[in-house]
């Protein structure tokens, strides 16, 4: 971390007024040395950034002995949390200009970083910006979501402004009561659809192998075996 040269100190004529003032301010700047946790913002990608980094940038400023503040530099290569157990993970990755808590260990966890096992540390540094850790974005300081699922008391909610896909061999709905689909098109690419439902309603244009499927259309009814066919409405 580099930090512009100040010929200005924060020690008062109190500090230098005695010998246990003089051990406690020294102690105090010694304290003020150990990162903690703080706001930061995400700042650009790099061409050589490691996968499942971000850099970031301390939001809050560094103080001169005269008040000056004092703007950090970038910290780069932070890991940042994803919600993972396993191979099963909800991803949704850091975007440039989130606002989120960094939190600083208290050793060196870069060799940890590299060989993912446990180590020794790297060096002996502590609690140092090189060390943190980025945990998401907060919910007061960043843009309102246009994307998102929400939990509250009415239900989950699914809301996309852009498109929604579902990749999985088998999907199963078990749906007690409704089904309400509201779309001017729906189209489905499905080997076989079954729903469980006492209702189905669908509020649009309805197609089967390309064809559209209303109140009015005729399809031949076939009963395999039975050389029976013949037209039929609905």
């Known amino acids: 971390q580099v930090m512009a040269a100040s010929t200005f100190t924060a020690q008062t004529f109190d500090d230098a007024s005695s010998e246990f003032n003089a051990h406690n301010f020294h102690i105090l700047q010694l304290i003020g040395k150990i990162k903690t946790i703080t706001l930061v913002e ?30 950090h530099a970038t910290i780069y290569n932070i890991p940042y949390f994803r919600l993972q157990a396993g191979e099963n993970a909800v991803i949704i990755n850091p975007q440039v200009g989130d606002i989120g ?43 309102t979501p246009t994307q998102f699922i929400r939990f509250d008391t009415d239900g989950i909610t699914v809301t996309s402004p852009i498109a929604a896909t579902i990749n999985a061999p088998t999907l199963t709905a078990n749906i007690s ?39 009015t259309h005729t399809h031949e009814d076939v009963y395999p075996g039975s050389g029976i066919s013949g037209q039929v409405t609905g």
């Not at 970031?56 to 000056?68: E, F, W």
């Not at 960094?102 to 020794?120: E, H, L, M, N, Y």
């Not at 098109?185 to 006492?198: G, L, P, Q």
């Open 101 to 143: 808590a960094c939190g600083f260990c208290d050793r060196d966890i870069s060799v940890v970083k590299k060989t993912k096992k446990a180590s020794q540390p790297g060096s002996w540094r502590q609690y140092d910006y090189a060390d943190g850790l980025y945990f998401g974005g907060m919910m007061l300081l960043n843009k």
């Open 42 to 71: 995400v700042m650009p990608f790099i061409d050589n950034q490691i996968p499942g980094t971000v850099n970031v940038r301390p939001m809050v400023h560094m103080m001169a002995g005269n008040d000056t503040a004092i703007e």
């Open 177 to 215: 009561e409704k089904i309400e689909l509201n779309s001017p098109e729906m189209i489905a690419n499905i080997d076989k659809v079954t729903f469980n439902s006492s209702t189905i309603d669908l509020t649009g244009v309805v197609r089967a192998n390309g064809v559209v499927i209303d109140e």
